[in-house]
């Protein structure tokens, strides 16, 4: 950009960057509590339904590394290389063998066509282009594959979104989180049929199941 300014999508995965250098440390620690309040189930919710040749988004620091069934293959990415060296140390703890690896959610590095299933849990709320993320899921599933979602996202439900569109800009400014989307749109818009959704905690937590369309 002219006149050494940022472009918003750099700033953005800047401000990630920036955001989960400096967390990553502590992630597991802060997690476990809306883990508990709002998310409880959920890992092994997303984790029984991955089958076969298996990429995760975003993994973070591996949390749901230790509920995949035996004798999926599993390949990870996250943007952030602290977060990511958690990740793999927890993988060799568990034994459990996985590819994870640098990579962004928004431009992936694989062919089209190459997974079975697609997970992601609570970061469709971090990644900038959430819509850029949701089209590169359906461009790697096979024709069939299935993508499983665990989210927090905007309540239908006027009081709490209020608090929410109150909460909102700190969430973003501090913590590079979005708490009004609804992954829902981009879901339907990129075409998935929608097999399974699971609304609970006030509209706030979003369970999805989603099929790439194909073969008939
Ligand atoms: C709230 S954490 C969730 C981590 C993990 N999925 C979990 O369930 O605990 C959000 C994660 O999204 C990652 N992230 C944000 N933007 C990303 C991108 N463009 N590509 C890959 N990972 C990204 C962050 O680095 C962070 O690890």
Same mark, same amino acid.
């Given at each position: 950009?002219?006149?050494?300014?940022?472009?918003?999508?750099?700033?953005?995965?800047? =401000?990630? +960057?920036?955001?989960?250098?400096?967390?990553?440390?502590?992630?597991?620690?802060?997690?476990?509590?809306?883990?508990?309040?709002?998310?409880?189930?959920?890992?092994?919710?997303?984790?029984?339904?991955?089958?076969?040749?298996?990429?995760?988004?975003?993994?973070?620091?591996?949390?749901?590394?230790?509920?995949?069934?035996?004798?999926?293959?599993?390949?990870?990415?996250?943007?952030?290389?602290?977060?990511?060296?958690?990740?793999?140390?927890?993988?060799?703890?568990?034994?459990?063998? &996985?590819?994870?690896?640098?990579?962004?959610?928004?431009?992936?590095?694989?062919?089209?066509?190459?997974?079975?299933?697609?997970?992601?849990?609570?970061?469709?709320? &971090?990644? /900038?282009?959430? *819509?850029?993320?949701?089209?590169?899921?359906?461009?790697?599933?096979?024709?069939?594959? +299935?993508?499983?979602?665990?989210?927090?996202?905007?309540? /239908?439900? +006027?009081?709490?979104?209020?608090?929410?569109?109150?909460?909102?800009?700190?969430?973003?400014?501090?913590?590079?989180?979005?708490?009004?989307?609804? /992954?829902?749109?981009?879901?339907?818009?990129?075409?998935?049929?929608?097999?399974?959704?699971?609304?609970?905690?006030?509209?706030?937590?979003? *369970?999805?199941? &989603?099929? =790439?369309?194909?073969?008939?």
């Amino acid at each position: 950009m002219i006149g050494g300014g940022v472009t918003p999508a750099l700033d953005e995965a800047e =401000k990630v +960057r920036r955001v989960y250098e400096r967390e990553a440390s502590n992630y597991d620690r802060n997690v476990k509590l809306p883990e508990r309040l709002l998310f409880s189930g959920g890992r092994e919710w997303v984790c029984a339904r991955a089958e076969g040749e298996v990429l995760e988004i975003a993994v973070g620091t591996g949390r749901n590394l230790p509920h995949y069934p035996d004798g999926v293959r599993l390949t990870g990415i996250e943007f952030v290389p602290a977060m990511l060296e958690i990740a793999r140390r927890r993988a060799v703890e568990l034994g459990r063998p &996985a590819d994870l690896r640098l990579g962004d959610a928004q431009s992936l590095e694989f062919e089209d066509d190459t997974f079975d299933t697609v997970v992601c849990t609570l970061s469709l709320c &971090a990644i /900038p282009d959430d *819509r850029a993320a949701v089209a590169e899921v359906r461009r790697v599933l096979r024709p069939g594959g +299935r993508f499983v979602l665990l989210e927090h996202v905007r309540s /239908p439900l +006027r009081p709490v979104r209020g608090v929410q569109r109150l909460l909102a800009p700190a969430l973003h400014r501090f913590g590079a989180d979005h708490l009004l989307r609804d /992954p829902l749109e981009h879901v339907q818009a990129e075409g998935f049929s929608i097999e399974l959704l699971e609304r609970s905690k006030l509209g706030l937590v979003e *369970r999805l199941l &989603a099929r =790439k369309p194909g073969p008939d």
